[in-house]
């Protein structure tokens, strides 16, 4: 059986089931695709939405994949992490993003972890290890997801236990000091359908950044996870338990920042501009930064299944504690430092019902219910002179300590339905809605608490609910058995909030919730005996109230601060292309391209501090590349009993956007071509796997992202650069 294969960062994503990878056959046509998109399990090409999926045999032969190498490639997907947090996510889909990974704030696109929902985008860009495939949906899932999906949902599944023995090793070693080994051990306890599995992550390498300051790399990685599996599925019987534990610790280094601050900036005027060593990965830190994060995972998922109906109950609880210290003024002189300790808990339950009795109708409905909590500790060590408290002093000379407290804890409920009714055999209308209440209860002791009287940092104590009602309609139409086309209409909802940067009352909110409409019309099909998969979809969203974070100066404090308002409207439209073609047994291409057209309908804010709002409708939404897509040939050698030698090489496109609100030069990402390839050899029995990779061959290297401080200071920091190494596998 040939794999076919598409891009993920500096690597390939399969189209083919594990299943049939593993098979050695030689059919050469395409496998089906089992996703859980609708919350049942579906064929790939029968789910009438923008949907790709990374299966498990891909994100094995990545370098050291987490959830942001999925996204390159994929048409008008963005998967990076959030500026300087390394750990943290700034996920765009369609041009709907937000990136700042305060625990106040939330994601515009949802992840959800085998079944529970992860709230916040900090601590979580997890490392894909033992993980069964990865759902990427475009577009709006309010309907049965809800909650921060109002751009799109990153669906991780992790793999169950099969009930069989397996025991399987993989060691990594790569440029940049990389050292990273995998393993798992699964087994059957008796015949009573228990089974155990047990998977492990170390991950290590000494950093891209040279720091010419301290004379060492920086930018250490340093994770260790561990996932522990318990499936109870008695034989012949209709209900089945499994438990699901992870931990995942990291003790690496946060992102090396570079000084960007421009002309202008309080930073610059204080003799330290941007740095201009063409070496992107050269930096002067005087800071010791650290990540200490630790996020543990308990999920439970009981189903039922009766007559006509499955029953299932998803039962969640997860605990994060992140520590961490970011040297944001990214040069030798401490001119803002930030160390923060911040502890969250997640709480939820699901129950839902899918129906299982008609051809006719199917349908699943369910209930949902969600708490939060957090609790921050968190210190802005700003020089004086850059506050401009101390104007006859140099920099470097006093460091102020500007610490502040935030508290919030939520509760949000949801009930929903969803349901597909067969008008003809050939012609499918889908109905659904969800319903979801929010509220959130908010204290602040703004930055600056600890040395100012009331009237500058009060203890402020607030609250605020929320609810909307997100439908969805859809028809979709079987022209034959291999193509369909549909079209749809659907709202996404994300519930309004507080701010716990700001250090100002009129800061602090609430703002209120963002919405968007969103219409999308879509292609899906197979052609020439399933050897060309080609799928296309447009679509057209209406995004209003639009939450926008800006740093902007402030007249108290740390002399900045971060404003969140609803201050404008977007929308966002665009098409998208994904193909695989088979074309012999031996050879495949996988194509896709994605064109987005995104721009300000309206947008009044103010972006400097002054107190005043103005029109900025020219500017550009921040992520939302004009064009993305890749191109991947796939060629394998049957070495008959020996085995199979595959060469796979994968060229990736984006052209250029902004990173953050206000179109900074410093914070521009150029358009790059990024080429990544790898040849895999698997012994005959499949026990045995060597994979030599490479990742960005041609070392392009640019500014990824990048922040200005409200006129203090700015920085930023660079793409990966090229790595290469060698993969050693084994299993039984």
């Not at 593993?22 to 049942?40: C, F, H, N, P």
């Not at 911040?342 to 199917?362: F, G, H, M, P």
């Not at 309609?473 to 709202?491: E, F, I, R, T």
Request: hydrophobic fraction near 40%.
């Amino acid at each position: 059986m040939v794999l076919t294969y598409g891009s993920f960062s500096g690597g390939m994503r399969a189209v083919a089931s594990e299943a049939a990878a593993s098979s050695g056959g030689t059919s050469g046509q395409l496998e089906d695709i089992i996703v859980t998109a609708r919350k049942r399990s579906e064929g790939l090409q029968e789910v009438p939405i923008a949907i790709s999926a990374i299966t498990a045999i891909v994100l094995e032969q990545r370098a050291s994949p987490d959830l942001s190498d999925v996204g390159r490639g994929l048409p008008n997907v963005l998967l990076d992490p959030a500026p300087g947090y390394a750990n943290a996510t700034a996920f765009s889909i369609r041009g709907m993003s937000f990136q700042d990974p305060d625990p106040t704030f939330e994601p515009a696109v949802g992840i959800v972890l085998d079944g529970v929902f992860l709230g916040k985008a900090n601590a979580s860009l997890h490392d894909l290890y033992d993980v069964d495939r990865v759902e990427v949906l475009r577009g709006p899932q309010g309907t049965l997801f809800g909650k921060n999906t109002i751009g799109g949902l990153i669906n991780v599944k992790s793999k169950r236990p099969t009930g069989e023995f397996h025991v399987g090793a993989e060691l990594t070693v790569g440029n940049y000091g990389r050292m990273d080994w995998r393993g798992s051990i699964e087994t059957p306890i008796g015949d009573s359908g228990l089974a155990v599995k047990l998977s492990a992550l170390s991950k290590g390498m000494d950093g891209f950044f040279y720091n010419e300051f301290k004379g060492r790399r920086a930018g250490q990685e340093d994770t260790k996870a561990a996932r522990l599996s318990i499936l109870y599925a008695p034989p012949a019987a209709n209900f089945d338990l499994l438990l699901v534990a992870d931990v995942n610790r990291d003790k690496g280094d946060q992102s090396p920042q570079r000084n960007a601050s421009p002309p202008g900036y309080a930073a610059a005027a204080l003799g330290y501009p941007a740095l201009t060593n063409p070496d992107l990965f050269v930096v002067r830190e005087n800071a010791q930064t650290y990540i200490n994060a630790t996020a543990r995972g308990v999920m439970l998922e009981a189903n039922w299944r009766m007559a006509t109906h499955t029953l299932t109950s998803i039962s969640g609880f997860r605990h994060t504690d992140d520590s961490s210290l970011l040297d944001l003024d990214g040069d030798d002189i401490t001119l803002f430092e930030y160390p923060r300790s911040l502890i969250e808990q997640q709480i939820s339950e699901e129950i839902r019902i899918a129906s299982t009795w008609s051809e006719t109708l199917d349908y699943v409905a369910g209930a949902l219910f969600f708490r939060q909590m957090h609790h921050q500790f968190a210190n802005q060590i700003a020089d004086c002179a850059l506050l401009g408290l101390c104007p006859s002093l140099p920099a470097g000379i006093v460091s102020i300590s500007l610490e502040s407290i935030s508290r919030q804890k939520g509760n949000a409920e949801a009930v929903f339905a969803q349901g597909n009714y067969h008008i003809t055999p050939v012609l499918r209308v889908t109905v659904g809605g969800r319903y979801t209440w929010e509220d959130k209860q908010f204290s602040l002791s703004p930055p600056g608490f600890n040395l100012a009287p009331p009237v500058f940092a009060p203890f402020v104590a607030d609250s605020a609910s929320f609810h909307d009602f997100t439908p969805k309609l859809g028809l979709d139409y079987k022209v034959n058995a291999d193509q369909m086309l549909y079209v749809s209409y659907s709202k996404g909802f994300k519930a309004g909030g507080f701010n716990g940067r700001s250090n100002t009352t009129t800061g602090i909110g609430p703002y209120q919730p963002e919405k968007v409409t969103a219409y999308e019309v879509g292609y899906k099909s197979e052609w020439f005996e399933r050897r060309l998969r080609a799928n296309a979809a447009i679509f057209y969203n209406d995004y209003t109230d639009m939450q926008v974070e800006a740093i902007v100066q402030s007249a108290a404090g740390a002399g900045q601060e971060t404003l969140v308002k609803n201050v404008g409207n977007a929308r966002t439209q665009g098409i998208e292309f994904e193909g695989t073609a088979v074309l012999s047994p031996q050879f495949s291409i996988d194509a896709a391209v994605g064109f987005l057209d995104a721009r300000y309908t309206r947008f009044f804010a103010d972006l400097t501090g002054t107190g005043i709002p103005t029109d900025n409708t020219n500017l550009k939404l921040r992520r939302a590349p004009r064009w993305t897509g890749h191109i991947a040939p796939n060629y394998e050698v049957p070495l008959g009993s020996a085995g199979s030698l595959r060469a796979l090489v994968d060229v990736s496109y984006s052209s250029d956007y902004e990173t953050d609100v206000t179109n900074d030069a410093f914070a521009h990402r150029p358009a790059a071509t990024l080429v990544d390839a790898n040849i895999t050899y698997e012994s005959g029995s499949g026990r045995y796997r060597v994979t030599a990779y490479g990742e960005n061959l041609s070392d392009r290297r640019f500014i990824a992202n990048g922040i200005g401080a409200g006129g203090l200071f700015a920085f930023n920091q660079p793409n990966r650069p090229r790595v290469y190494g060698v993969k050693l596998a084994v299993k039984y």
